[in-house]
């Protein structure tokens, strides 16, 4: 049904076989550099593959139908994500990695000239890095109208004030700018017009990073999740992104796209990790026979062969209706494809760490970094719990 193109089979196959040649073998190192170079560090060997997989074309996939990437379509970028989402490693060095990705469209959709020319240039070119202000921890930030963090107009500036965390992103020293969601009018009869998403430089007086977060433990990998302030933060007016009053309209329009990169990588997540349980089931006896062949394991093989072809198909479907109709016309299936791709990993990432044993707990295969992802991602732009409550109303419509 969603037969891919001869180009997008060529450019799978270059990096797959860019994964098997440069990924899969500097993976340890990742994870060591991190451990020992701390959340506040650059990571040598990122630096030292992105410019190889530039060299290649392999660079800015993920941007539909734009002058800047590779003009492909959400569906076509699906199989391709999927891939790079095999790894931790893979999506900074394609310059794929949220959440610049969803920045960059932010940026090109609604920044004017001096901002692209002064964030989103370099942000294309992996020369920075930016982090996304929205989640706080004072409120139940699962419902985005909560957020308290206050944008105020004062002249030709903007005073920013607010206490932010899983700001992905804000540890690194690259990390040079912010999209910042807080309120500019508060008393807006109209909930979802009280918020507004502006520009903020991350060296602006007033920005304190002020730790990173471990993510069940890990630093940096999979996330660099960051706790920030903003003090009486000044920007110029023309930070304003859109207009007063249409941060939700943005967030509605960067959140789609972003959901569906997350959950195309889940599904390269999990086949790794199905692979991994058949070929560890394979080579490792218990009670005198392979472990696979024990009847437990034929039913989480196919149970994990089940829910991964499952959830794939319905991103793919997800992906296919954001490209003929709209993302807003997706939001029933990209809300699915939420629910459905984490949990699904989750799943088959814990199979396959019962199926490996003690080792699987200590991240020499990246098997405990793999399922902190999974668990992030259930809660990750919008947790389970809001996700299911939007597909129930949307079937009720249907009813009412």
């Excluded at 560090?41 to 590779?70: C, D, I, M, T």
């Excluded at 419902?143 to 206050?150: L, M």
């Excluded at 793919?316 to 459905?340: E, F, P, R, W």
Aim: glycine fraction near 8%.
């Amino acid at each position: 049904m969603f037969e891919l193109s001869p180009r997008v089979q060529a450019l799978r196959q270059r990096v797959c076989d860019f994964m098997d040649e440069l990924i899969y073998p500097n993976e340890r190192r990742l994870y060591e550099e991190a451990e020992k170079l701390g959340p506040w560090a650059v990571y040598p060997v990122v630096e030292e593959l992105k410019p190889k997989a530039r060299a290649l074309g392999l660079w800015n996939l993920f941007l539909p139908q734009s002058k800047h990437g590779a003009g492909l379509t959400n569906l076509e970028y699906a199989p391709l994500c999927e891939v790079m989402g095999r790894s931790h490693l893979a999506p900074e060095v394609f310059n794929c990695s949220a959440p610049d990705t969803g920045n960059m469209e932010v940026l090109e959709r609604y920044g004017i000239e001096e901002h692209k020319e002064r964030w989103l240039k370099p942000l294309l070119a992996g020369e920075i890095r930016s982090c996304f202000a929205m989640t706080e921890p004072a409120v139940a930030s699962s419902d985005a109208t909560n957020i308290q963090s206050s944008i105020v107009r004062d002249g030709d500036e903007y005073v920013i004030n607010g206490h932010k965390w899983y700001t992905t992103n804000a540890t690194d020293p690259r990390c040079k700018i912010a999209i910042f969601m807080g309120k500019t009018d508060p008393d807006n009869a109209d909930r979802y017009k009280q918020q507004s998403m502006i520009l903020v430089p991350m060296d602006a007086p007033g920005v304190k990073v002020i730790r990173p977060i471990a993510v069940f433990g890990f630093y940096g990998v999979p996330d660099r999740a960051s706790e920030v302030v903003f003090e009486n933060v000044r920007v110029p007016a023309s930070n304003m992104l859109l207009g007063e009053g249409r941060g939700f309209e943005i967030a509605q329009g960067r959140l789609g796209p972003g959901r569906i990169h997350h959950c195309m990588r889940l599904i390269g997540l999990a086949e790794r990790a199905l692979e991994t349980m058949c070929k560890r089931g394979l080579t490792r006896e218990a009670f005198g026979k392979p472990i696979i062949r024990f009847d437990v394991w034929s039913e989480r093989i196919a149970e994990s062969r089940i829910m991964i072809d499952q959830a794939r198909l319905l991103t793919l479907q997800a992906a296919h209706i954001m490209d003929t109709v709209g993302n807003k016309g997706a939001k029933a299936q990209i809300a699915m494809i939420k629910v459905a791709a984490p949990a699904m990993a989750c799943k088959v990432i814990d199979w396959t760490i019962q199926a490996y044993g003690g080792g699987g707990t200590n991240n020499d295969i990246g098997l405990a970094s793999a399922y902190a992802t999974a668990r992030l991602l259930r809660l990750a732009d919008g947790p389970d719990e809001v996700h299911r409550a939007q597909i129930a109303k949307l079937e009720l419509r249907k009813y009412e």
